[in-house]
């Protein structure tokens, strides 16, 4: 609901005989989808597994645009666990030394 809320997950634009035809939402808050756009602009451009999931976008031929939308729905998912695991963000997992996670 927060992809939603943020207008980057997409919802249904059906009509008649067009089925499965997706699209931006109407209503969304756009202050939101800013903030997560210019996230998703400025980790793509840093060393990280931000900048290798946005080159993986752009080697599947997608446009500068929707490579960075989709980095922005995963910096979305990635808030929304924290926020719905009550945790905070660390850069690299915890591990111990049997490779199960720490927490």
Do not use: C
């Amino acid at each position: 609901k927060l992809a939603a809320y943020a207008g980057l997950a997409p919802v249904p634009h059906d009509s008649g005989n067009r089925r499965g035809t997706l699209r931006r939402p109407q209503r969304y808050h756009r202050g939101l989808r800013k903030v997560f756009y210019m996230a998703a602009l400025n980790s793509s451009q840093r060393d990280g597994p931000s900048r290798e999931f946005y080159q993986r976008k752009r080697r599947e031929k997608r446009s500068h645009v929707h490579a960075l939308i989709a980095l922005a729905r995963r910096l979305v998912d990635v808030v929304w666990a924290l926020i719905r695991d009550t945790r905070e963000w660390a850069a690299e997992p915890a591990y111990s030394a049997s490779g199960r996670s720490a927490s």
